[in-house]
């Protein structure tokens, strides 16, 4: 039959097969929609999905339902799903018809909390947007639906925003030059404001009678209002033709209206003037932007070294001439040079050459690595004394270190539970302070207070009041938190799992490469087969070459220790957790552990005993049958992690129940178990035990942590409320994970979840102080206690000191 469209068959056996599929991936629904239809087959005994993973297991008759024709009948069925839902999509979006995209972009132009709750407010409205956030603290935006990224900046650019891609680490790198220049700009505004308003504030506090100290308050204060100032009028001016409001809002009626007071006063030469107001409140409001700027210019740090890490430029070779190029125009299959001392431009595999790599900024490894032909290299590497020729294998957003970017990218503009509620709070706060303000007004009024008195009362109302603190309060924790975690050697996918890290106390450990060091080697070898042991190493290790388990590697790195050539497989079936089947020879190969073969009808008597007795020393035993026959058994030993003991006995210490999952033999896990102090293994455990088992705990109300590193345990990692991912593992465990462990050290576990502690600490003090400054400023600025140009210098604070307090997070 021809190949299948719509899914790919990745494991297969007479009575059942596994599928992965793009249309069911990430997708509950539609997984739904395929079980009922194909349950309606009495052919189909079970259908087991995994939506995270866009994977089915199909077990059925083949007397009267043969794999061919159930392979045709899902092709036939999943292109039906996507199709239906694609055809639903048309009806209830008319004005278009591409699929849900994500479009990130970072925006330029926000000046306080509420720019991005504007913007956010505004992308939402659109009916073809189904999820939308705008980070203040990292001036991102994430959108997600059916606009386009043009009509998508096109939104925002209408708001008076403006908007940059940030598609490629080299468009990153710009944006952070622009962000230098922003500083820059911040400070050169602050500085020519408080040259012109110093004089004000001094004249105005001696409360003279000089009409020409008057009219030089008028001269000096213009260019500040009308020049420093211009930018709060203009966008709130902006704002009120879309009927909203924000903190630039705020600061242009209050600076508005006591400049504006001010001139018939002037004129008539009788009357409070408010120009030293007007003008300090413009100055202390530019030294809280520029102070702010510099803050979240030293909370984004861990972002800026990881983007630094990409050079600029790259050398390539075509028709056997050097060219210097843009590292953004390189594609791939380009040959690329790397001369000694200069950084990796892009990911890609040596083909000439042998140098060592070093690699601890993007994995950990603390030791330069050898390279030569045949070996990855990743971009952003340094390489040593020698000059490597490479092949480039992946470029831009798709490369090792731009994922790692975007991830961390990902976590810091996640919105966590709890800024939600603040959101709300935010999206009314402005126009309460308005409504305020004016109250507080009238009120002195009525009871008699002259106007200068009562207006000024609420003019302050105005410039007190700072939904920015509010706004702050979370997302700076979590983009300084997110960085601070990079910096460990964690990659945190998204801020949820930074909240819930916390409330952890379940973790759920996989042995093999998380608890274990994950590089098994063969020490001991018993056969009962009559071929020669050469003969089945060579079997075994052909075999095992197909697939990426590390008992298989072992057997592998076995076979070329004793310079045993490998032969082509003629066939080869992976059954995840369990073993493989393979033909090599003409001979038909099983290889696994004991429940594998079973299940495969083959005996293992011959073979048990000494099964035994290597998981009884801590080894893991892969049994091998040839052409039906019970033939031989390894002894696979892995040490278990230097860090492992330590990590476990620091959960235990927090509270945190610790338990094995494996689908190793009993005897080895209960003897790692042992040397690393868990005292509740379960082993023998297939993927979908260890998924039901996260499921039983969370079912209890229990905080479930998964960590593990191979495919098998993808769909437990995707279950848990927060997965990690070892950072040497399969990238199908990875991508499942919320949280990953570059550097393989599971010491960072409790790390993270002190972080986690630590951070939500931060954000509740952040939002205590934030609310307790607005609950009491409020209204002892109505009271008339407070001046304006106090009130516009703590509005100013008030944030600054939302960010610093954040960094703290840094020297945790």
Known sequence: MPAPKNFHLIHQLSRRIRITSPVLKNDQERCYILEIILKKRPEIKTVRSVYALGSVVIEFDPAGLPKRNLLILLDAVLGNIAHTQVEQHKQQKK????????????????????????????????????????????????????????????????????????????????????????????????VWSAILSLPVIVVGMTMPTSRWLHWLQFALTTPVVFGSGWTFFAKAGRLAKQRTANMDSLIALGVGAAYGYSLPSLFRRKGHLYFEAAAAIITFVLLGRFLEERAKGKAGEAIRKLVDLQPPTATVIRDGQEYVIDVDAIVVDDELLVRPGEKIPTDGIVIQGVSTVDESMVTGESLPVVKDAGHKVLGGCVNGNGALRIRATAVGMDTVLAGIVHMVDQAQSTKLPIQKQVDKISAVFVPSVMVLSAATMAGWLVVGAPFGFAFGNAITVLLIACPCALGLATPAAIMVGAGHAAREGIYIRNGESLETAAKLNVIVFDKTGTITEGKPKVSDFFKVSRLGEEKIIMLAASAEHNSEHFLGKAIVEYAKELSIELKPTAYFYSETGLGITAEIDGKKLILGNKAWLIEQGIKVDGLLTVASKFSGEGKTPVYMAIDGKEAAVFGVADKPRPQAAQAIQRLQKLGVQTLMVTGDTEKTALYIAAKVGIETVIANAKPEQKLAIIHQFQSEGKKVGMIGDGINDAPALAAADVGFAIGTGTDVAIESADMTLVHGDINKVTEAIQLSTDTIKIIKQNLFWAFGYNTIAIPVAALGKLNPMIASAAMALSSVSVIVNSLRLNKA
């Open 95 to 190: 004005e278009f018809d591409g699929p849900m995209q994500e479009i990130d972009l970072a925006v330029e132009g926000m000046s306080c909390a509420s720019c991005a709750l504007l913007i956010e407010m505004v992308l939402k409205r659109d009916d073809r947007v189904k999820q939308a956030s705008v980070n203040f603290g990292t001036s991102t935006l994430t959108v997600i639906g059916q606009l386009a990224k043009q009509d998508v900046a096109v939104k925002v650019n209408e708001l008076g925003y403006q908007t940059f891609a940030t598609d490629t680490l080299s468009q990153r790198k710009k944006l952070i030059g622009r962000e230098h220049e922003r500083i820059v700009k911040a400070r050169q505004r602050f």
